[in-house]
């Protein structure tokens, strides 16, 4: 749409996508408003909607992922939730425990990591672990608990959902709903997330392309919900040395392609504590729009990935270190 156009045509233009058998989807950008047309390009009468009123051009999206290419919204997406903001000048820090374990546990991690600069707190309600004797989470009552956390310290919350039918439930506790990277290609709980109002946080899958995640964000973001931050978790590959592997030349190509902010989660994508600091201050030299990263009272002690936690005072040294790093990049932490 042309900058001076009207909310009277740009509701026209969507109806006048919709007539042709087109979904449309309104994406409002800072400096102009993109009309998405989803459906059959080969729809006779698509190039006629460049004589409505407020219509500045009609081009066809070549990117598979309509919604979330930087194609039809150029510029970048800054997601808001609560406390949290993501993809403006300033980096989004979300930091806390892997799992609520108890309410000692998470109030101590809760004060560290919000008296350190964090703007977002992280902790699991439920754990969806590879063996089933694992640390499952909470559940019910850490959700409970971690609304309490945001309560004291006003740190938005995110936290892991695992099925659609619990993003209702989870929702109403947390201000963002993880899908972990064991669930990307779980489509129906992308679509689920897609329905609600909560901003949700799409970690990349273990083995998944860049492709395929962008994909998996189109789900989300065809649902109606344009609240879509991209995370970077690692991928597994032959090397041993680390838990997986973490490419940071994923920043910058996502950014490339599109519109979505970008986090780097440095815990998983390392598996082990002592390479989580340098990894923090490379994602935010690469570009990162936010760090998401394990923070514990007592790693020794947790009862999952507690090898690649960072005890509360590494993290504030970290957290320090990093404003450096933002500082020299024209960033602010």
Known sequence: ????????????????????GLKA??????????????????????????????????????????LASREAHS????????????GGNQIGMIAGPCGVESEEQLMTAARAVKAAGATALRGGAYKPRTSPYSFQGMKTEGLKLLAAAREETGLAIVTEVVAPEDV????????????????????????????SHRAVLLKRGASA??????LAAEYILDGGNSKVMLCERGVRTFESHTRFTLPLAT??????????????????GTGHTSLVPAMCRAAIAAGADGLIVEVHPDPENAKSDGYQS??????????????RVAAAVDRTL
């Open 310 to 323: 960072l005890t509360c005072e590494a993290f504030e040294k970290v957290m320090a270190e990093c404003r």
């Open 251 to 268: 920043v910058p190509y996502l950014q490339e392609k599109t519109h979505l902010p970008v986090v780097i989660d440095p815990s998983h």
């Open 209 to 214: 392309t860049l492709d395929e995640m962008l």
């Open 1 to 20: 749409m042309k900058r001076s156009a009207t909310d009277d045509n740009i509701d026209h233009a969507a109806q006048q996508v919709e007539k042709l």
């Open 25 to 66: 989807n309104v994406l409002r950008g800072a400096e102009r408003t993109v009309i998405a047309a989803i459906g059959d390009e080969r729809v006779e009468g698509v190039r006629s909607l460049e004589s409505a009123p407020g219509v500045d051009e009609v081009m066809s999206v070549l990117a598979p992922y309509k």
């Open 75 to 86: 510029t970048t997406s800054v997601v808001e939730a609560g406390s949290l903001s993501v």
């Open 168 to 195: 209702d439930l989870v929702g109403e506790y947390a201000d963002v709903l993880q899908i972990g990277a064991r669930n990307m290609q779980n489509y129906r709980l992308l679509e689920a997330c897609g329905r």
